[in-house]
């Protein structure tokens, strides 16, 4: 068995690992970052789903990095591709038009911007990349843990990583159960968390959709209608069994509204805009916009597909037993995916919609990686309720509660779609709020961190906190927070609840370009993304 040593082992490659990776490579210490996929960053990349972000999010509201970042693919954009010359001077350039976020690009792009960023360190010697790698064991040394175990997927092989410090930045808490670190799932009781809206009894397998997306284009006069899935007349057929009640068949153009729980047409219409802004399927999640192009660059536009049809709600992917477990629930939502694909090419006529696998890098057009909402969460020293952040719970409050240990900053509503026990959307407001260090650390594990939607959050609070900025911004403090504590031989605990040490970690967040506190006298409806959709 081979066998590696580190300072810190990141385990998850996705978009709260990446920025782990970045910071704790940058302090000079030796970082391991393992990814499940043979693409790193996650939601952006391998799940197909560019960003969903706040109003705000060009001017405040995310890290120094995240900026970076997002200039990065903006910049690649001008760099290699024909823009328009009034694409090419549009300093907030948005490649796809879509309206789901003011950066939507191929998922590529945000893999070469990554992969780019993560290069200097692993030049330098101090950052290892292994790709294609699942955690499968685990060995703990009281409250500490001393080896993490990974398979390599492709050749069988297991790797046994020793480290000083461990991030779980998994989309589904994967170290959590390895490591014997406590967590939850599915949805807390109001016993436990005091939240309003919490069930009266806990259940833990009520967990959120996830989604296997995929990306398309049209070719009006062409047939490119795939194979029928073999699931194709369940899903057709198919009623949402959920409350409140669906408003018809689930593989169709109408739906129910999160906000109103009405019901509501959607307008799908390749290669047209939508008659008022934030609206229309084809623009909501659109990447490339041939308009942004010099002429016959582009024959069509592209989309990426993560639309309420692709939901896959029947079976809970959080707490699958195994990774074998996992990709036959995986493999049944893609079944889902494709029948949506299929109907929407034969039931609804767009014969010319055409699966694009060169932009999700997969043979079956699919995302390599299923979209995931919802995950296992740490018991942490401290966990963000819907008392905290809701509107609701805090009338006339600009912000949500202030934390005094915060380490980052986020919006977004509270988004929680359609469950496994039965619930239909919840999609309430949240008020602009803190990311405090006390929700990325386990009650008794005392060398691991969390860094993605494996938080201290509820099922509830999860829907505003999973966002990408948000992901990236944990990351980021996880990364800095395992690297403080071994420059400084301290503890995670200890650095939180020490002033004098708390205040040290959180000047150097601020110097490194985290933003602790939103601004004074910020108008809410500006920052809500949304405002205007369907």
């Not at 890098?361 to 966990?383: C, Q």
């Given at each position: 068995?081979?066998?590696?040593?580190?300072?810190?082992?990141?385990?998850?490659?996705?978009?709260?690992?990446?920025?782990?990776?970045?910071?704790?490579?940058?302090?000079?210490?030796?970082?391991?970052?393992?990814?499940?996929?043979?693409?790193?960053?996650?939601?952006?990349?391998?799940?197909?789903?560019?960003?969903?972000?706040?109003?705000?999010?060009?001017?405040?509201?995310?890290?120094?990095?995240?900026?970076?970042?997002?200039?990065?693919?903006?910049?690649?954009?001008?760099?290699?591709?024909?823009?328009?010359?009034?694409?090419?001077?549009?300093?907030?350039?948005?490649?796809?038009?879509?309206?789901?976020?003011?950066?939507?690009?191929?998922?590529?792009?945000?893999?070469?911007?990554?992969?780019?960023?993560?290069?200097?360190?692993?030049?330098?010697?101090?950052?290892?990349?292994?790709?294609?790698?699942?955690?499968?064991?685990?060995?703990?040394?009281?409250?500490?843990?001393?080896?993490?175990?990974?398979?390599?997927?492709?050749?069988?092989?297991?790797?046994?990583?020793?480290?000083?410090?461990?991030?779980?930045?998994?989309?589904?808490?994967?170290?959590?159960?390895?490591?014997?670190?406590?967590?939850?799932?599915?949805?807390?009781?109001?016993?436990?968390?005091?939240?309003?809206?919490?069930?009266?009894?806990?259940?833990?397998?009520?967990?959120?959709?996830?989604?296997?997306c995929f990306a398309m284009n049209f070719h009006e006069n062409e047939n490119y209608t795939i194979e029928k899935p073999k699931n194709y007349e369940f899903w057709r057929d198919f009623v949402p069994d959920l409350k409140p009640v669906w408003s018809g068949k689930f593989l169709s153009l109408s739906g129910i509204s999160p906000r109103t729980m009405q019901p509501i047409l959607y307008d799908f219409a390749p290669h047209r805009e939508p008659n008022k802004a934030f609206a229309g399927l084809w623009t909501y999640r659109r990447i490339l916009h041939r308009e942004n192009f010099v002429e016959d660059t582009f024959d069509s536009d592209t989309t990426l597909v993560n639309y309420p049809q692709i939901d896959y709600f029947l079976e809970d992917l959080s707490n699958a037993a195994n990774y074998d477990e996992k990709q036959r629930l995986i493999n049944n939502?893609?079944?889902?995916?494709?029948?949506?694909?299929?109907?929407?090419?034969?039931?609804?006529?767009?014969?010319?919609?055409?699966?694009?696998?060169?932009?999700?890098?997969?043979?079956?057009?699919?995302?390599?990686?299923?979209?995931?909402?919802?995950?296992?969460?740490?018991?942490?020293?401290?966990?963000?309720?819907?008392?905290?952040?809701?509107?609701?719970?805090?009338?006339?409050?600009?912000?949500?509660?202030?934390?005094?240990?915060?380490?980052?900053?986020?919006?977004?509503?509270?988004?929680?779609?359609?469950?496994?026990?039965?619930?239909?959307?919840?999609?309430?407001?949240?008020?602009?709020?803190?990311?405090?260090?006390?929700?990325?650390?386990?009650?008794?594990?005392?060398?691991?961190?969390?860094?993605?939607?494996?938080?201290?959050?509820?099922?509830?609070?999860?829907?505003?906190?999973?966002?990408?900025?948000?992901?990236?911004?944990?990351?980021?403090?996880?990364?800095?927070?395992?690297?403080?504590?071994?420059?400084?031989?301290?503890?995670?605990?200890?650095?939180?609840?020490?002033?004098?040490?708390?205040?040290?970690?959180?000047?150097?967040?601020?110097?490194?370009?985290?933003?602790?506190?939103?601004?004074?006298?910020?108008?809410?409806?500006?920052?809500?993304?949304?405002?205007?959709?369907?």
């Open positions: 068995m081979k066998k590696l040593q580190t300072d810190i082992l990141i385990v998850g490659g996705g978009v709260g690992g990446c920025a782990a990776a970045l910071a704790a490579a940058k302090s000079g210490l030796g970082v391991i970052l393992t990814e499940e996929s043979d693409w790193i960053g996650g939601q952006l990349t391998s799940q197909a789903t560019p960003p969903d972000e706040h109003g705000w999010i060009e001017e405040f509201g995310c890290t120094r990095s995240y900026r970076r970042m997002r200039n990065a693919v903006r910049e690649y954009y001008k760099t290699f591709y024909p823009l328009t010359e009034k694409a090419k001077a549009n300093s907030f350039l948005n490649p796809g038009n879509g309206w789901v976020s003011p950066l939507c690009a191929e998922p590529k792009v945000f893999l070469k911007v990554l992969e780019r960023f993560l290069a200097e360190y692993v030049e330098c010697g101090n950052l290892q990349i292994l790709t294609e790698h699942f955690p499968i064991a685990a060995d703990k040394e009281k409250t500490e843990v001393r080896v993490v175990t990974l398979r390599n997927l492709q050749t069988g092989e297991d790797v046994t990583i020793s480290a000083g410090y461990f991030i779980d930045a998994t989309e589904l808490g994967e170290l959590l159960p390895l490591t014997e670190t406590e967590f939850v799932t599915g949805a807390e009781s109001k016993t436990e968390t005091g939240e309003p809206s919490a069930k009266e009894i806990a259940e833990p397998n009520n967990t959120q959709a996830f989604s296997m939502a893609k079944q889902l995916s494709l029948s949506f694909l299929y109907w929407l090419q034969t039931e609804a006529g767009f014969e010319g919609l055409k699966l694009q696998k060169d932009i999700v890098g997969t043979d079956d057009g699919l995302a390599k990686m299923p979209y995931v909402r919802e995950s296992r969460r740490i018991k942490a020293e401290f966990t963000v309720c819907e008392q905290h952040v809701s509107a609701a719970c805090r009338p006339n409050k600009i912000f949500a509660e202030t934390f005094s240990d915060t380490v980052g900053i986020g919006f977004y509503r509270i988004d929680l779609h359609p469950t496994v026990g039965g619930d239909n959307y919840v999609d309430v407001e949240a008020l602009p709020f803190q990311i405090p260090l006390g929700a990325l650390i386990p009650q008794k594990t005392e060398n691991l961190l969390a860094a993605c939607k494996n938080i201290g959050t509820t099922h509830i609070t999860n829907g505003c906190y999973r966002l990408h900025p948000i992901e990236w911004n944990i990351g980021e403090a996880a990364g800095n927070l395992a690297a403080f504590c071994l420059h400084r031989k301290l503890k995670p605990s200890e650095v939180r609840n020490d002033a004098k040490h708390l205040k040290e970690f959180q000047d150097f967040l601020v110097k490194s370009g985290v933003e602790l506190e939103w601004r004074k006298n910020m108008k809410l409806e500006e920052g809500d993304p949304h405002r205007h959709a369907i």
